[in-house]
């Protein structure tokens, strides 16, 4: 009888929903900065992934994303600046976030307004989730950090399983 026999080797194996997105930490804020530059270029928005919550203002602690690309979802691409009105309206159907260094996510919205988060062409396995984070005073707008004098938005609040 060989099927008991391969039950034990069989149970190590990691399944699909145990791998972590590489080059991600367990749990990760993504945020856009103002960023003022010069006369020319008076000032543009930078997208970050911070590690752990909370670590917005720390500079050490963020990595700049490569592209935050959105849906359409009530997202004009043709505006100027279009890449800040995503992560300030949080209002899209899907999103993939790109960073050197780490994998692709890919996000897709729930049903409740959360993100289920997969790794681009991987498997469809959630491999965690990521939700909107509101402004307590009910602007039904993503929450606003001063961060030393730099205007700072708080999106997303990511967790991986």
């Known amino acids: 009888m060989l099927l ?8 190590l194996l990691p399944s699909f929903s ?15 900065r103002k960023m003022v530059e010069d006369d020319i270029m008076p000032w ?26 959105v849906d359409l979802g009530g997202i004009n691409k043709k505006q100027k600046n279009w890449y800040a009105q995503a992560l300030q309206d949080v209002n899209y159907h899907w999103a993939r976030i790109e960073r050197e260094n780490g994998a692709w996510i890919d996000l897709w919205r729930r049903g409740d307004g959360r993100f289920d988060m997969f790794e681009n062409n991987k498997p469809p396995v959630p491999h965690g989730f990521c ?14 950090k001063d ?5 700072t938005v708080v999106a997303l609040a990511c967790y991986q399983y």
């Open 44 to 69: 543009y928005w930078m997208g970050a992934s911070c590690n752990g919550w909370g670590n917005w203002c720390e500079h050490q602690e963020c990595k700049r994303l490569q592209h935050f690309n």
């Open 18 to 32: 145990d791998a972590k997105l590489w080059g991600w930490d367990d749990q990760f804020t993504i945020v856009a």
């Open 131 to 144: 939700e909107p984070i509101m402004d307590p005073g009910g602007s039904g707008k993503p929450m606003r």
């Open 4 to 11: 008991p026999s391969l039950l034990p080797p069989l149970l």
């Open 147 to 151: 961060c030393n004098g730099q205007d």
